[in-house]
């Protein structure tokens, strides 16, 4: 017997939807924040906010380029502006190695954008977390801070506000 062809992005949803359905059956609120390792920093990001995330293709290279442009990715058919996310935030690029994924922004913000991260943690639940105040110096699309049980510091990213953001949206020199 043939099985059915998904996508990928149908696979990632139903796993989305059964892991929301085991949350709801045992009482538990459904975790929305998926955990990032940005560098040395660790960010969370509202699940609604990302349509995928993804092993990073062969990216074209733009000249005239801000240093955080990676450059422009093909993800199945879409082109999606690839901005290190680390290097943006005036840390060390994006070190190269097997865990570094492309986090998609959610087709709502009417942006192909794409953020490279040092590697993916999975699902935080925010009653793990601990808020705190969040830094002076924190840039705009920083919505929220936490430290975790561990004493880990979280930022919780707003695409909304990064996806808007005069320097994020200005990659040309």
Not at 40 to 49: P, R
Request: hydrophobic letters at 40%; one cysteine or more.
């Amino acid at each position: 017997m043939a099985r059915k062809k998904i996508s990928l992005r149908e696979f990632q949803q139903g796993v989305l939807d059964k892991l929301k359905a085991v949350t709801e059956r045992e009482g538990a609120p459904p975790s929305s924040k998926l955990g990032l390792q940005v560098g040395q920093l660790f960010w969370l990001v509202d699940l609604a906010d990302v349509a995928e995330v993804v092993p990073p293709p062969t990216m074209a290279h733009v000249p005239l380029s801000q240093p955080w442009f990676t450059g422009v990715a093909n993800v199945r058919g879409n082109l999606y502006s690839v901005a290190d996310f680390s290097l943006f935030c005036g840390k060390e690029p994006v070190a190269t190695g097997p865990d570094r994924r492309l986090v998609l922004a959610h087709a709502k913000f009417k942006v192909n954008a794409a953020l490279l991260v040092t590697r993916l943690l999975g699902l935080k639940h925010e009653e793990d977390l601990t808020s705190t105040a969040i830094s002076s110096t924190a840039p705009p699309w920083v919505s929220a801070e936490y430290t975790d049980k561990d004493g880990t510091r979280w930022q919780e990213l707003s695409m909304l506000e990064l996806v808007n953001n005069q320097d994020f949206l200005q990659a040309g020199q």
